[in-house]
T-cell receptor
């Protein structure tokens, strides 16, 4: 079974508007970390934001915020004031304990296109 | 500061030829190391991970293998490439269990085309 599910293969947003990218996860570990990465067409993976399972507040990093709903096991990425440079693939990832180490598991990604 | 180097950036290989992709990390010790593969338009599939020298765990059965001859060196190999091995290969490193809230850091990736 998939541990990270991103149900939106593609999303479109108008420049300067906000957009939410969905991510749900599945784990039985009480302690885990959730991450979002951006992958532009160049292929590099750029870390955006992190949320720990015990964090009481939603993580924010500039225009990025993570809407963490632990009971629902969701960790949606919100990008405010979209810019043309935000057009990229976005991946949700989770680190959970496995054999004493933390293995990052990734979702299939969401392609975001920002229109001018 | 820590850096990760992965090479080559692009590779075109004939079917049946061998493969060797190399990844090295600087500025840290005893990192966890990972090899991922990304097929066109798909997510990242974990292939191998290593928590120490000589310790390799395989996630997906295939004709690829990995080795970690030194603490900060991770090598992905194949004796005979298949067409289905084409894809974008990413090496990454991360802290171990003592630092769960740190992200994985990625290399620039290798675009492999098997022809």
């Amino acid at each position: 079974a998939q541990k990270i599910t991103q149900t939106q293969p593609g999303m479109f947003v108008q420049e300067k508007e906000a957009v939410t990218l969905d991510c749900t996860y599945d784990t039985s570990d009480p302690s885990y970390g959730l991450f979002w990465y951006k992958q532009p067409s160049s292929g590099e993976m750029i870390f955006l934001i992190y949320q720990g399972s015990y964090d009481q507040q939603n993580a924010t990093e500039g225009r990025y915020s993570l809407n963490f709903q632990k009971a629902r096991k969701s960790a949606n990425l919100v990008i405010s004031a979209s810019q043309l440079g935000d057009s990229a693939m976005y991946f949700c990832a989770m680190r959970e304990t496995a054999r004493g180490s933390y293995i990052p598991t990734f979702g299939r990604g969401t392609s975001l296109i920002v229109h001018p | 500061s820590q850096t990760i180097h992965q090479w080559p950036a692009t590779l075109v290989q004939p079917v049946g030829s061998p493969l060797s992709l190399e990844c090295t990390v600087e500025g840290t010790s005893n990192p966890n190391l990972y090899w991922y593969r990304q097929a066109a338009g798909r997510g990242l599939q974990l292939l191998f991970y290593s928590v120490g020298i000589g310790q390799i765990s395989s996630e997906v059965p295939q004709n690829l293998s990995a080795s970690r001859p030194q603490d900060r060196q991770f090598i992905l190999s194949s004796k005979k490439l298949l067409l289905s091995d084409s894809g974008f290969y990413l090496c990454a490193w991360g802290e171990g269990f003592r630092e769960m809230n740190t992200e994985a850091f990625f290399g620039q990736g290798t675009r492999l085309t098997v022809v």
